[in-house]
């Protein structure tokens, strides 16, 4: 191996500018998209559940809903502090969450999901 030391070396080279964008990368999060509320939303102050379970698990709610509304008639959800909702994505939820791609698509395409609710719901309008 005449050439040994110079593949070496090469392989060096090449596996550090492989691998530059992730050690260049590392440690550092994408920055969270900024939700915006419309002002229903900011005059309502609470959801149907505390903030905190809303944005890790307002999907597993809604999965929840669907399956109750659908397969047991169950429409109206009566929340933690005592308050009654009608289940409903298009009436419940979005009449405060009206704004599609300003509030629910960035957090989507923040963390890469593509939620199957718009196969049976009516894509919301925006509202100005």
């Not at 915006?36 to 379970?53: F, G, I």
């Not at 009566?78 to 791609?101: I, M, P």
Request: hydrophobic share 35%; glycine share 6%; aromatic share 12%.
């Amino acid at each position: 191996m005449y050439d040994g030391g110079k593949i070496i070396v090469g392989l060096i080279i090449g596996l550090g500018l492989l691998l530059s964008p992730f050690f260049y990368n590392a440690g550092k999060a994408a920055k969270a998209p900024e939700r915006e509320l419309t002002p229903k939303a900011k005059e309502a102050k609470a959801c149907v559940a505390p903030l905190s379970y809303m944005r890790e698990s307002h999907f597993t709610l809604l999965d929840e809903w669907r399956q109750t509304v659908v397969r047991d008639g169950e429409r109206y959800y009566k929340a933690s502090d005592g308050k009654t909702f009608y289940k409903s994505l298009q009436v419940t939820c979005l009449e405060c969450h009206s704004n599609y791609s300003k509030f629910c698509l960035q957090c989507h395409n923040y963390v890469d999901v593509a939620p199957y609710c718009w196969d049976c719901h009516i894509l919301p309008e925006e509202k100005k």
